[in-house]
């Protein structure tokens, strides 16, 4: 495990191969993600779908929220399970914020540069959604975190009514990428499958034994198993907002 500088932003996150150990019990972070856990629970149905006229009237507690998170900056001291739990909640709960702030919309794309602009605190630094994607999360090397960043919009991954957390990112992870992989955003089959686009925007991610094999991933978490050698294509993806009807 090495410590590495991601971009020009000064931030920080651990670089890690392989699966996730346990928490270090002798971890002295005592992040709190209730705050965000509750507002998940009351706005997002159990389709990932979000009430965001209701969130707008709780939009200070997100805000309160998003203050904690910048206060608690990560350090080369925190375990992969801290960095991945803060970072996961930190996006989806600024993506959001951002929602909110413009709302209403009919997607996140009617938004100026939404991943592109820097508006997301963190300890003394402003970064955008695409640093904590591409410069942070990416680099711990664990792909089940496209199942888990939710960018507002059909074709994402749900968003779960549940903050994630160190204690429990493991089962988070798992069961997000289980019930993407084997939901509508795939149409599974042995020899012609249609995957989501997700799986054409970050092949190189997605890999079996060390290598790239993004069949071989998906049949570790798909009920159906796609022959290695079918011809899969992808699906179109829907950029409407995840909105509740």
């Not at 939404?114 to 508006?119: A, C, H, N, T």
Request: net charge negative.
């Amino acid at each position: 495990m090495t410590t590495a500088i991601i971009g020009n932003q000064g931030l920080t996150v651990k670089e890690v191969d392989g699966k996730l150990g346990s928490v270090s019990p002798n971890s002295n972070i005592k992040l709190d993600h209730k705050a965000w856990d509750i507002l998940l629970k009351k706005h997002v149905d159990a389709q990932g779908f979000v009430d965001y006229n209701g969130f707008k009237k709780d939009h200070d507690q997100l805000k309160a929220y998003l203050t904690t998170l910048a206060k608690t900056a990560p350090s080369s001291e925190w375990t992969v399970e801290e960095l991945l739990a803060y970072y996961i909640n930190l996006y989806n709960a600024a993506t959001v914020d951002l929602i909110l702030d413009n709302y209403p919309i009919k997607s996140i794309k009617d938004i100026s540069r939404p991943w592109g602009k820097d508006f997301v605190n963190v300890g003394d630094k402003v970064v955008s959604l695409n640093t904590i994607e591409h410069g942070i999360l990416r680099k711990i090397h664990e792909p089940r975190i496209h199942f888990a960043i939710n960018c507002a919009s059909i074709s994402c991954p749900k968003l779960l009514r549940d903050a994630f957390t160190a204690e429990k990112i493991e089962e988070q992870l798992e069961k997000a990428t289980v019930e993407f992989i084997n939901s509508n955003q795939n149409d599974i089959s042995e020899n012609n499958p249609k995957l989501s686009k997700i799986f054409d925007f970050y092949t190189s991610d997605f890999e079996l034994n060390g290598k790239t094999d993004l069949i071989g991933f998906i049949n570790q978490y798909s009920h159906i198993q796609i022959n290695p050698k079918a011809r899969y294509s992808f699906k179109d993806y829907d950029w409407r907002l995840n909105e509740q009807d």
